[in-house]
């Protein structure tokens, strides 16, 4: 991130630098006058840009309207003793994003800046999405599979995120492809050269918290056989991805929150510390807002963690990638396993579609590949899945082998008749001991067993 602090006060301009150096923004210039800052935000087109309100000469409202027609992207926050709502209005008209009383607290200063550059993030993604509109998505998440014009949007909004090197959080439901957005974040990053280091933080025991993030050399306690460098050296110079980050204990949280502000580690056993340049995304499925309020997660390594905040939505919500998964999930399976499927029954397609994912793309990845180890057909049927075929009349029905019509048939007939084996052998036209044998054959087979005790 770019930034460009603009006051006459050269004390203002050196607290204001060191707030950003404490928090490790370290592109931050400084200007005395309004006349250099204009040519500097022309010339270099910052991200944000600090303006002291009253100045000698040009002022920051001046500044403000000769520069913002020229640098739409480019976010403006005024800083000024002056409390008055009508200067503020103005300011803001003018195309300010914030408006703040001097001195302003530094946490509130970076809090205004970091939503700032998001919203400056959100901009440039609701335009890239008119330029990725009936395209692929961004190079950097090919590994993500959609054609949803809202995960579009949402992509080229985390592509712009990612070039800042600025922590990020990813939220979502299990199962929506969070450490997927979190990889593509790190190769669209300032370093996309250096490690990834995915680490599952509700899997560290709380006791072994400092030896696995911050390293041990051998020795330093009981089962210490070997040095280890711990998460952070792992990842220097790249990515340290924090997966399911809202399990931290609370007790823990003060503790990672140190090294992110200092940026500095010392591992059990050793005197000497170390620096370390990494980057932060991490992930959760839980509302750290609420966490918040509630007591359970700092406030200020939340907002530590937070300089964006990318939702993934759930697959019910990603309007024309389930059918478009499956079927992606069907030949990467069909290889996987040496099968030649040619692809869904009609009968198939539609359960598909009408059925829950809670665990999103998951488990229909799941749900796909078991059906493709149970298929022995040349297309999925719907009993792979779970499924049963529902026809709405004679004419209705699908092709196939009179074998899987009759083990349908059979099944509906027991599911609308709540497993009455009397009352479907009278339906179907058989004796209740043919219906109980068929019945036996079926449980040999472990998709009908499935069903047919879920009736």
């Known amino acids: 991130m770019k930034i460009l602090v603009v006051d006459d006060e050269q004390v203002a301009l050196t607290s204001i630098r060191r707030v950003f150096r404490h928090h490790g923004y370290n592109q931050v210039n400084t200007c005395d006058n309004g006349k250099d800052a204009i040519e500097l935000i022309k010339a270099k087109g910052y991200d944000i840009v600090l303006l002291d309100l009253l100045m000698p000469g040009l002022g920051g409202m001046e500044v403000l309207t000769s520069t913002k027609p020229f640098s739409q992207e480019t976010e403006f926050i005024m800083l000024t003793a002056v409390d008055d709502l009508a200067t503020a209005v103005s300011a803001i008209r003018n195309g300010a994003y914030d408006y703040l009383i001097k001195t302003v607290d530094p946490h509130r200063l970076i809090l205004s800046v970091e939503r700032a550059y998001e919203h400056k993030g959100?901009?440039?993604?609701?335009?890239?999405?008119?330029?990725?509109?009936?395209?692929e998505v961004p190079k950097i998440f090919s590994e993500i599979i959609t054609q949803s014009p809202r995960m579009i949007e949402l992509l080229s909004f985390a592509q712009v995120m990612a070039k800042s090197g600025n922590p990020i959080i990813v939220t979502g439901e299990s199962g929506t492809g969070k450490e997927l957005l979190a990889r593509g974040i790190h190769r669209g990053g300032p370093?996309?050269?250096?490690?990834?280091?995915?680490?599952?933080?509700?899997?560290?025991?709380?006791?072994?918290?400092?030896?696995?993030?911050?390293?041990?050399?051998?020795?330093?306690?009981?089962?210490?056989q070997t040095d280890h460098p711990g998460f952070f050296r792992q990842a220097h110079g790249g990515t340290l991805f924090l997966d399911e980050i809202g399990e931290l204990p609370f007790n823990l949280q003060a503790k990672l929150l140190r090294v992110l502000e200092d940026k500095i580690i010392t591992p059990i056993g050793e005197t000497r510390s170390n620096s370390?340049?990494?980057?932060?995304?991490?992930a959760t499925n839980q509302d750290l807002n609420k966490g918040c309020r509630e007591g359970t997660f700092r406030l200020d390594l939340f907002y530590r963690l937070k300089s964006a905040n990318i939702h993934l939505p759930?697959?019910?919500?990603?309007?024309?990638?389930?059918?478009?998964l499956a079927n992606y999930f069907l030949k990467s399976a069909c290889q996987r396993h040496q099968k030649s499927i040619n692809g869904f029954h009609p009968d198939t397609m539609k359960f598909l579609t009408q059925k829950d994912y809670p665990g999103n793309i998951r488990e229909l990845a799941q749900v796909v590949e078991n059906a493709v180890l149970?298929?022995?057909?040349?297309?999925?049927?719907?009993?792979t899945l779970g499924g049963i075929s529902m026809p709405g009349n004679l004419f209705d029905r699908q092709l196939c082998t009179?074998?899987?019509?009759?083990?349908?048939?059979?099944?509906?007939?027991?599911k609308n008749t709540n497993g009455d084996r009397r009352k479907a052998a009278g339906i179907?036209?058989?004796?209740?001991?043919?219906?109980?044998?068929?019945v036996a054959l079926l449980n040999q087979q472990p998709h009908w067993k499935k069903i047919i005790d879920d009736i």
């Open 314 to 324: 759930p697959l019910r919500e990603r309007e024309g990638d389930l059918l478009l």
């Open 402 to 414: 009179l074998k899987e019509d009759a083990d349908i048939q059979l099944v509906y007939v027991l």
């Open 122 to 135: 959100l901009l440039a993604g609701l335009a890239g999405n008119l330029a990725h509109r009936n395209k």
């Open 428 to 438: 179907l036209g058989i004796s209740m001991r043919q219906v109980q044998r068929r």
């Open 191 to 224: 370093c996309p050269d250096g490690p990834f280091v995915p680490v599952n933080v509700s899997s560290i025991p709380e006791s072994l918290f400092e030896s696995q993030f911050f390293g041990h050399v051998k020795g330093s306690f009981t089962g210490a």
């Open 276 to 282: 370390v340049s990494v980057r932060i995304v991490s």
């Open 374 to 383: 149970l298929t022995e057909t040349d297309q999925i049927l719907p009993h």
